[in-house]
């Protein structure tokens, strides 16, 4: 109440401040009932909705509880369910053991009865084995079929069968031990009543029946190598027969007590001492294995076995273990080991050769030398140690005193000498065969050939090569020039002392590229060579055939057509290339040598002045300057003809006879003139060296045809003997000046058959009583070129010479080695472009193509033809020029012709040239004979240093 007042008290206090709110009284008192109306129905309104929810409610609760009775009753009626199946769960749960524990039991049973039958027929068969081998090997064969069964079933079931197929295996393994023990046992019995192995020494009579046990025992050890009932041979392949194991226990013992034991027989550095033992041993007991075991293989259908193969098969393995044993014990004795290595493959070959030996099963085999040096590691230190004894040999050799004396004694004389090394060098190689020879594998063969012998040959070539280079050092006068050279030493070259260098390493050369080639067709050395040819064919190029060696690196040191032509080649290509290489080297030096030296003793002679002297007297004797020269060559032709062949001395000869040519013609034929009586006593001197020479080879001067075509001529009378017989100088120099027929009649009368018309001419020429004439040609050609000077045009200098010259003969000569130095010095004169050394040397080798322009004697113009073969269809003139004061005269035209003609006969189409854009007149003189311009060549004259002007190409078609 109190609140309720106070509330109303508050809202009058509130609504009411003055008297003046009491006027708004009544409309308070109306807006209140209508609020209180309001609130009333809206009252009436949520008790109508709270009790329509609360029937609702009621009756969802009533569902509910209906429900969840009906839950109830289908738990329980679950549970009564579950205790049920929880009863049959327990029962099945049972069967299951029950039936797990009856697989159980038929699996032990199964593996009780497999262990039964292991254990019935390995009783079967062993209870059978002494009486009856044959009979034993059934049961023994159904065990090994069960144990091929237990195999195949128990991949089927994932492997659940391991233990037992292992037991049945060693139960296998054991009965065959056995069988062989039991075997074994009764086989000893009967080798001891026979007395093995010293029966073998005494005669057999009166063992007939320790014989024929001895044969029951070896029988029945031999129906183990028998095919079982399932075909399987019981036996391998590869190793010895198991009677042979039996019976070389005994001999493998006595290898132990004498070998293998603290008795003086065993030295590891005689590993000779058991290998003769073990063929001795062999060889003892042939006769009884051939007469009475090979019989007794080829009566039970082992006939295919051969009794001795089989008995050294089965000593074999004692002959390993001895050599790995003594590996230990020679660790680090180098001599001790390459002694092995070579016993081993001695005794190797022994067998092979003896007994043709191929263990059984096999294509071939490999000697027990496969123990020692079988692994790369192995062969390779045995190939060091090899390597390095036999570089010590070569350096031996090589350093004993006499190692480069020429050897002459036991030496056909019809052969060329060698050098004492060269000799001992091949006895050296061919002992390095013997050792190498016999190893069995190829890819070891080829190793020790490339390594040791080759590489021994490529030392003493690089030797040879070593002795022609300090010989050309030595030689060499600006070294000579050159202080601290000793005169001594370089004295050594010089004379019949430097040939004996040179002679050395040339009979060496020849000596060992012979025995190369010898060797290439010995059967050995053919064999491997066929063999790396097939390994080489089935290798690409990219894997190695032998080591770590490709076909390229070994075709490199062998022959290049290893893979592209094998049947042609051989070992040795490369190498007896280069020792032919060394050879042609060697020859070259000597002749340069013998020319050199000759060239030196003949200076003073060179010097000589006297041959245009006139005598009266007849000269009968050689100039005394001549006569050391002489006497030198004759020495050194002397040491020659004995230390070479005679086709090869006679191969020297003729080129240092060429070469002394040329010496002869340049500084005596062409610096001098010539009386009669000089060229007479030049004609002696030659004779008397021609004479000299020929008391060691037929023919002398075969090489110096100049030279005597030169004693012709320069020796001719000046005056005619009035008989008509004998040509003088004057009927020469006319009929050769007539030219033609004429000149080649009196050509032939003289016997000229080296030099031709112009030198022919040229050598009259050369006789003082010539020079007059040739002082008018000379004033002539003077002349000419003051006349040609005073005219101004072309047409009145080719009048000019023709009222001067009392002939226009125009005629081509080839270019030879005396004439090359006028065609050089007119390309300097016509041409403004330089020409190399290489432009002239190739002129003299290309006949046709190149020719001197003659015009009444008179060298005046050149000719230089180029044939390319890369442009066959297209002739180039290089070269084409004529003297200025001897232009117009047709001698151009002559060339061109001449060039058209040979355009033809080589099949050419066009011919071309270049022409300087600057030279107007000469682009007319070309145009004139049918050239056309085909284009501009820019720069084409800069490589010639001409400032890089231009060029016209100019081009005529071969009609």
Request: charged share 25%.
């Amino acid at each position: 109440m109190v609140d309720t007042d106070t509330y109303v008290l508050e809202y009058l206090d509130e609504n009411f401040r003055s008297v003046e709110g009491l006027k708004a009284v009544n409309e308070l008192l109306d807006t209140l009932q209508t609020q209180q109306k309001a609130l009333g129905e809206q009252i009436l309104e949520a008790k109508t909705r709270m009790d329509t929810t609360q029937a609702e409610s009621a009756s969802h609760a009533r569902s509910i509880l209906e429900e969840v009775d009906e839950l109830s009753a289908k738990r329980a009626e679950y549970e009564m369910h579950r205790a049920r199946s929880e009863e049959w769960s327990g029962s099945l749960g049972r069967l299951r053991e029950l039936d797990g524990s009856l697989r159980d039991l038929d699996v032990a049973y199964g593996y009780a009865s497999i262990l039964a039958k292991v254990k019935s027929l390995s009783i079967e068969a062993s209870s059978l084995i002494t009486t009856d081998p044959r009979a034993a090997l059934i049961p023994y064969a159904s065990l090994r079929t069960l144990a091929k069964s237990l195999r195949t079933k128990n991949i089927d079931a994932d492997s659940s069968a391991i233990h037992l197929i292992e037991y049945v295996d060693l139960s296998s393994d054991a009965l065959w031990e056995e069988m062989k023990r039991k075997l074994s046992e009764g086989f000893k019995g009967a080798l001891e009543d026979l007395g093995w192995p010293t029966i073998v020494a005494k005669s057999m009579e009166g063992y007939e029946e320790k014989i024929a046990a001895f044969r029951i025992g070896f029988e029945k050890l031999l129906v183990l190598e028998q095919p079982d009932a399932n075909g399987n041979d019981t036996s391998s392949q590869s190793g010895p027969l198991l009677a042979f194991s039996v019976l070389t226990e005994p001999l493998d013992l006595r290898f132990r007590y004498h070998f293998q034991s603290n008795r003086t027989t065993n030295r590891p550095d005689r590993p000779e001492w058991f290998f003769t033992h073990l063929l001795t041993l062999f060889e003892d007991h042939s006769a009884f294995i051939n007469t009475v075991i090979q019989p007794i293989l080829a009566s039970t259908g082992l006939g295919q076995r051969i009794a001795m193969n089989e008995l050294i098969t089965a000593m074999l393995p004692t002959a390993e273990r001895k050599l790995k044993l003594l590996l230990v014990e020679i660790e680090g004795h180098a001599k001790v080991w390459s002694h092995l290595v070579h016993e081993t493959l001695r005794f190797d070959d022994a067998v092979r050769e003896r007994w043709m030996y191929v263990p059984f099963g096999q294509e071939r085999w490999n000697g027990t030398v496969e123990t020692i040096i079988g692994t790369p590691a192995l062969f390779e230190k045995w190939l060091s140690i090899e390597g390095e004894f036999d570089l010590m040999r070569y350096h031996e050799i090589l350093a004993s005193p006499d190692a480069w004396q020429l050897e002459f004694e036991g030496i056909d004389p019809a052969v060329t000498k060698p050098t004492k090394s060269a000799l001992r060098l091949k006895d050296m190689l061919d002992t390095i065969l013997t050792r190498f020879a016999p190893l069995p594998r190829f890819d070891h063969r080829v190793n020790f050939f490339l390594d040791v012998q080759l590489a021994i040959l490529e030392g003493y070539l690089d030797r040879l090569n070593g002795i022609c280079d300090a010989f050309e050092t030595l030689s060499s006068s600006i070294i000579r020039a050159v202080p601290g050279v000793h005169r001594d030493e370089a004295r050594t070259t010089m004379g019949v002392g430097g040939l004996e260098r040179l002679c050395r390493a040339y009979g060496s050369a020849v000596f060992l590229e012979e025995t190369m080639r010898e060797w290439s067709e010995d059967v050995f050395f053919v064999e491997l060579w066929q063999d790396l040819a097939d390994a080489a064919s089935d290798t690409s190029s990219d894997e190695p055939i032998v080591g770590s060696m490709g076909v390229e690196q070994i075709a490199g040191r062998t022959s290049r057509v290893l893979v592209t032509d094998p049947e042609s080649g051989t070992l040795f290509d490369e190498t007896m290339e280069a020792y032919q290489t060394l050879r042609v080297r060697a020859e070259t030096l000597i002749v340069r040598h013998l020319s050199k030296e000759m060239a030196n003793e003949g200076k003073t002679y060179a010097r000589l002045q006297s041959w245009s002297s006139v005598r009266p007297a007849e000269t009968t004797t050689i100039s005394p300057e001549f006569a050391q020269p002489i006497q030198s060559l004759t020495a050194m032709l002397s040491f020659l003809s004995t230390t070479f062949a005679y086709p090869v001395f006679l191969r020297l000869y003729r080129s240092f006879s060429s070469d002394f040519q040329h010496w002869i013609w340049e500084h005596i034929v062409e610096r001098n003139k010539f009386s009669e009586h000089g060229g007479r006593q030049f004609k002696r001197d030659m004779e008397g060296l021609w004479q000299a020479c020929g008391e060691f080879c037929a023919r002398p001067a075969v090489r110096m045809g100049k030279v005597e075509d030169a004693c012709v001529v320069l020796g001719l009378p000046t005056a005619a003997d009035g008989k008509g017989e004998v040509l003088d100088l004057w009927s020469v120099l006319r009929e050769l000046d007539a030219g033609g027929e004429r000149a080649n009649v009196v050509m032939g009368k003289l016997g000229l058959t080296s030099v031709d018309l112009h030198e022919a001419r040229w050598l009259v020429g050369r006789r003082i009583e010539a020079v007059a004439r040739t002082s008018i040609a000379k004033r002539w050609t003077l002349i000419t070129i003051r006349v040609l000077e005073r005219y101004p045009d072309q047409r009145s200098k080719e009048r000019a010479l023709d009222n001067m010259a009392p002939s226009k003969r125009i005629a081509l000569d080839d270019i030879t080695p005396n004439n090359l130095g006028t065609f050089k010095k007119l390309h300097q004169v016509i041409f403004p472009v330089p020409y190399s050394e290489q432009f002239f040397k190739e002129t003299l080798v290309i006949g046709e193509l190149a020719k001197l322009a003659y015009f009444n004697d008179i060298s005046v113009g050149a000719l230089r033809l180029t044939h390319d073969k890369s442009t066959p269809t297209i002739l180039y003139i290089s070269t084409l020029g004529v003297l200025p004061p001897y232009r117009s005269l047709s001698i151009g035209t002559t060339m061109l012709t001449h060039t058209m003609t040979q355009a033809k006969e080589l099949g050419c189409e066009v011919v071309e040239a270049h022409v300087s854009t600057e030279n107007e007149v000469g682009v007319k003189w070309w145009e004139k004979r049918g050239f056309e311009v085909v284009e501009v060549v820019k720069g084409y004259y800069e490589k010639k240093k001409e400032g890089g002007r231009d060029a016209w190409l100019i081009r005529r078609r071969v009609e």
